[in-house]
């Protein structure tokens, strides 16, 4: 059970961090204010690095292994979309100190482990994150399918129809 990862579930208007069947962490949807999601490239789930959740007096870090992205891309959308406080940042613009990603890879970017910090220790870090937002993963998807087709019109305008 010690080894046994975590996971994020929805319980009520609490996301709750369980480790199998055991309850270890509650964080109440009231208290977040803000949700930074870490992608590597683009913005599908399967892309997320991990997530930070930010509240007034600490940030908290999600591995993507917690199943964070299902909670904030899929689940409570309406939720999420009310509270307008998703953002998203590129993995290469959003680094973690060191000492907060586990493990030890040649060529493979480590990423943090599911942890608590006070919110004056990442601060000025994710200050600096050319953060983008605020915007669900459905508002994103059709946004980035709007600019596409824009485009698309731009780069056929000088073409005449046959």
């Known amino acids: 059970m010690r080894n046994a990862p ?3 579930r929805w319980e009520g208007t609490d996301l709750v961090m369980t480790r199998g069947p055991v309850e270890v962490d509650r964080l109440h949807g009231t208290d977040i204010r803000r949700v930074m999601l870490v992608c590597e490239g683009g913005d599908t789930p399967s892309e997320l690095q991990f997530a930070v959740v930010e509240t007034a007096t600490e940030h908290v870090l999600f ?3 917690t199943g964070i992205a299902g909670r904030v891309y899929f689940e409570r959308q309406l939720y999420w979309t009310q ?4 953002y998203w940042v590129t993995g290469r613009h959003a680094p973690l100190p060191r000492r907060l990603c586990t493990g030890v890879w040649l060529l493979h970017r480590n990423r943090p482990a599911y942890m608590r910090l006070p919110a004056c220790e990442l601060a000025a870090l994710i200050g600096q994150w ?4 605020p915007q669900t993963w459905e508002q994103r ?3 980035q399918i709007a600019v596409t087709r824009n485009l698309a019109a731009l780069g056929n305008a000088g073409v005449p129809n046959p």
């Open 6 to 8: 975590i996971a994020a």
């Open 63 to 65: 591995p993507a292994s």
């Open 83 to 86: 509270r307008a406080c998703v």
């Open 130 to 133: 050319p953060l983008e937002g």
């Open 141 to 143: 998807k059709w946004a």
